[in-house]
């Protein structure tokens, strides 16, 4: 019976743990921090990016397994091709010679830890949906947590990820256009969206960053990965010109995709624009609250309207009642009226931002932390208990039934 209460949850992911962290590292570490125990496995490493990891290719070739909380350990998954995910009959092949390999890791790494899965969840890995027979005691989960392949998924995996739906007990999305999307393929798909860990906001709000001890207000900034090909580096470079007393922050890795360093160059040569590098996860309550105002400027493109809802950092900043500036990336799937601000082209953002920074009163900043504080992932982890406990009732209900379904 599985009521995400002290379970042992398996997670497959498509992640490294020591990626930027995303929904696939925040979410089972909430399950862990509430009571669980959970056993992260990342995702394979493909040539060639990937094994120049530091020692990345040796933790995978050798099985490695590392303690990252009380309840939570991350193993390494063993090396694998790309072409596998491909389907095909090469990719086909390919993956039939690695499940076993993988699944022996698996179970490796449950041996040492005495790890009896209640739960698996593939965390936007629908691909693996072919271990579930291994798994067959425990409840199974496809979260679909951004959207699929960015919208640039082949037919052979859309057709994938169809019957990994079909397979599962139940599907969670972080976007309602995601559930309709793959409601089609299981009744059981219901929106889970993303939330803010308060407990980590509360205790880390006040660490003020050493930065801004030079860096002077009024500030703008961003936290996260910095990847070009997502981000409106052309938008911000025309921001910092018009406003040089404007100081941009951007705290996050830089991902320069091919052809746009000399874009980064010019970003960099600007006096206000401010690149930090990567923190801590405990760092960045510090640098939201020292901000004037956050942005969300990412880039519109064809898949604008495909987009996942909220993005995971929506409601990190909301708990800051910090003013938020956003392009229109995205479906905003709540009642956040009044509570951010969309808009498109620099003589949109210049005066938006302007007006942010000049906020009045703290009527604004008080609806935004209180919209955050009933969108935590304590009230999540509710929502999902809710949401097995029906598996449960279903799985009691046939074994009534004397098997049939009812």
């Known amino acids: ?14 992640q490294y743990w020591d990626a930027p962290k995303r929904i696939a590292h925040k979410m089972p570490l909430a399950w862990a921090k509430s009571g669980n125990r959970v056993l992260w496995v990342e995702q394979p490493p493909f040539p060639i990016e990937d094994w120049q990891r530091p020692g990345q290719l040796g933790r995978s070739i050798r099985g490695h397994l590392q303690q990252q909380h009380k309840r939570l350990w991350v193993g390494a998954a063993p090396p694998a091709l790309p072409t596998m995910h491909g389907g095909g009959a090469f990719g086909n092949a390919m993956r039939a010679v690695h499940r076993p390999v993988l699944l022996r890791r698996v179970h490796g790494y449950m041996k040492q830890l005495g790890f009896q899965p209640t739960l698996v969840v593939f965390m936007q890995q629908a691909v693996r949906h072919d271990l579930l027979p291994a798994f067959l005691d425990a409840t199974s989960v496809y979260y679909c947590h951004d959207l699929f392949g960015y919208g640039l998924a082949s037919e052979a995996a859309l057709a994938e990820e169809a019957v990994c739906c079909q397979r599962v007990d139940q599907v969670w999305t972080t976007s309602q256009l995601q559930r309709q999307r793959l409601a089609e393929y299981n009744a059981h798909t219901y929106h889970v969206p993303h939330a803010v860990d308060e407990r980590w906001w509360d205790q880390h709000r006040r660490d003020r960053p050493e930065e801004f001890e030079r860096i002077a207000s009024p500030r703008a900034v961003f936290t996260g990965a910095y990847d070009t ?8 470079v025309e921001i910092a010109r018009r406003r040089p007393a404007l100081n941009l922050v951007f705290v996050g890795p830089l991902r320069i995709r091919p052809n746009e360093h000399s874009l980064i160059g010019r970003a960099k040569e600007m006096p206000n624009m401010h690149w930090l590098g990567g923190r801590s996860v405990e760092q960045l309550p510090g640098y939201i609250e020292g901000a004037d105002v956050l942005m969300l400027p990412y880039r519109l493109d064809e898949e604008t309207s495909r987009a996942s809802g909220l993005p995971l950092k929506f409601y990190e900043y909301m708990i800051s009642g910090t003013p938020v500036c956003s392009t229109p990336f995205t479906r905003f799937e709540t009642d956040a009226s009044g509570l951010i601000t969309v808009v498109s082209g620099a003589d949109a953002w210049v005066k938006a931002l302007d007006e942010c920074i000049g906020e009045p009163g703290r009527s604004l900043a008080e609806r935004r932390e209180a919209l955050a504080r009933q969108n935590t992932y304590k009230q999540r982890i509710q929502q999902q208990r809710l949401l097995l406990t029906a598996v449960t009732a279903r799985e009691e209900s046939t074994t009534d039934s004397g098997g049939a379904i009812l």
């Open 229 to 236: 090909k997502k981000l409106d580096t052309e938008l911000l």
């Open 1 to 14: 019976m599985t009521h995400l209460h002290n379970d042992d949850i398996l997670v497959f992911t498509e």
